[in-house]
């Protein structure tokens, strides 16, 4: 090992900056995170120390140092003056004041280097390369950034928080271990990172109370009812990727793409519940009935859904059941169809020239087929995205013309978005449905209708993306 890793507690200390530069603003302000009283020496600032100004703890002198006698007291010293030859004046004299120092780029000068931080306070991962690469160390944090939930100090917090009830009630530190580890897995660190610590210690009172003097818990179920996106993994939210490492069962139906599923806990049990018109392998009822049971055997249960779970797929319906029975869920968004296809299809929904409003509409109601409120939908300025619209695009594209829509206005359906067999065929409300059906498209789809689908022309992005892999392959 290339250094001693050690967090130190300066906290209060006086922290000397050498240098008026970018990476001079950095390290100030990091030190200021710790809590160091940071004097700065600089004869001129960049723009990047100006928020720094108002933190009392922050002093900044309009002159290098004079002298040693100026690290005097320092705990540690940072040198980042953009000159070399200056860099290691600073260095010694910062040294002849007893002063541990790090110079920027230079790490034969150092006596500590400055880790890559995650930050999650009280939570802190520190990464160090031992000099040989901080851009590697940079995209190793960047990884960590991906996967440590922003919420995860608060775990800390928590845990440090309860610990006296918990010591109080369990005793041995084996049988605490074990009961925060179930605890930690459970509802009470879900609360937590949902940011509702009221629950939160709701929960731990109720494991608590429950917990054997071994401090086993008995397992409670949850569900998450979680938005995956219209297709490509690369949409899905950190946290539906966190909820899908912890699942012990999936439900999932054929809105979900196969490689979404793949990324759920390898060992998580799967179930199709189908889902396309007239092949509904169980009926909604009966999904809700499931997930309670699953949930009752003390299972974490995934109720995965296609883009958003609020927008067009009952997720509303399926959970009324979990909060009847108090069974705990979690509802995680997800990109719904129409932001997807939106962005694919290089098609803004809004455009200061085009469209103030935008709506989504399905095609499909509770008694059928086109049970739309027509008269608030064709409107200038305004983008109409319709959701289950294929099966019946001749209808509903008759009928904006009947209700009052300009046959000319544009309009586009864009087949399988977000996907690698994305199509987008674009026409207007009078020839969509026939363009439509020639390019044979099999959906799902999402139709926008509006002057906003001009912008394709300029704004395709995705397709020449596709192109130019196919092209390439
Ligand atoms: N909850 C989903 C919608 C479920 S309704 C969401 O928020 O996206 C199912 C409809 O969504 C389909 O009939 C189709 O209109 C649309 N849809 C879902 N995925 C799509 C995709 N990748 N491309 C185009 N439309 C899609």
Same mark, same amino acid.
């Given at each position: ?131 040989? %690469? ?208 939106? +962005? ?106 509006? %002057? ?14 596709? +192109? ?6």
């Amino acid at each position: 090992m290339r250094h001693l890793p050690v967090f130190l507690d300066i906290a209060g200390k006086r922290a000397i900056v050498v240098g008026g530069g970018v990476a001079a603003a950095r390290r100030a302000e990091t030190l200021l995170r710790a809590g160091a009283a940071v004097v700065a020496f600089a004869d001129a600032y960049s723009a990047e120390f100006e928020t720094l100004r108002e933190r009392h703890a922050f002093e900044r002198v309009e002159r290098w140092p004079a002298d040693a006698s100026e690290f005097a007291g320092g705990a540690v010293c940072v040198i980042a003056t953009d000159d070399a030859a200056r860099d290691a004046r600073m260095r010694a004299a910062a040294k002849s004041a007893g002063v541990l120092v790090n110079v920027a780029n230079n790490p034969g000068l150092c006596d500590f280097v400055l880790p890559s931080i995650v930050d999650r306070d009280p939570l802190v991962v520190a990464i160090s390369t031992g000099g040989a %690469s901080p851009l590697l160390g940079r995209m190793l944090r960047a990884r960590l950034e991906a996967t440590i939930p922003a919420a995860f100090g608060g775990l800390a917090d928590f845990v440090s928080r309860m610990r006296a009830r918990v010591n109080e009630r369990i005793s041995g530190p084996v049988a605490r271990r074990r009961f925060w580890e179930r605890a930690l897995e459970g509802p009470a660190a879900e609360f937590v990172l949902a940011g509702d610590g009221e629950r939160a210690e709701a929960a731990i009172a109720r494991e608590l109370a429950a917990a054997s003097d071994d401090g086993a818990i008995e397992r409670r179920g949850e569900v998450y009812l979680v938005g995956a996106g219209p297709g490509d993994p690369d949409l899905l939210t950190f946290r539906a990727l966190r909820l899908m490492q912890k699942a012990d069962v999936v439900l999932y139906d054929n809105l979900v793409d196969a490689k979404i599923v793949d990324l759920a806990r390898r060992e998580a049990e799967r179930i199709y519940v189908g889902k396309r018109r007239g092949d509904h392998v169980l009926p909604q009822e009966e999904i809700g009935d499931l997930l309670v049971r699953l949930a009752r055997e003390g299972k974490r249960v995934l109720r995965l859904k296609g883009g958003d779970p609020f927008v067009f797929g009952r997720g509303g319906e399926e959970i009324e059941k979990l909060a009847e029975n108090h069974i705990p869920f979690q509802v995680c968004p997800g990109i719904t169809a129409a932001i997807g296809c939106s +962005a694919y299809a290089g098609i803004p929904l809004t455009h200061r020239d085009h469209a103030q409003s935008v709506v989504f509409v399905t095609a499909h109601g509770r008694n059928g087929p086109l049970d739309i409120d027509w008269s608030a939908l064709a409107r200038p300025g305004q983008t109409v995205a319709v959701y289950m619209g294929l099966s019946h695009i001749e209808q509903l594209m008759s009928e904006f013309e009947r209700r009052g829509a300009d046959p000319d206005t544009p309009a586009a359906i864009v087949d399988n978005g977000t996907r690698s067999n994305q199509r987008v065929v674009t026409g207007t409300v009078r020839t969509l449905a026939d363009a439509a059906r020639a390019a044979n498209l099999r959906g799902p789809t999402i139709v926008i209708v509006g %002057s906003v689908v001009t912008l394709r022309g300029k704004l395709d992005w995705y397709g020449d993306a596709v +192109a130019a892999r196919q092209a390439s392959t």
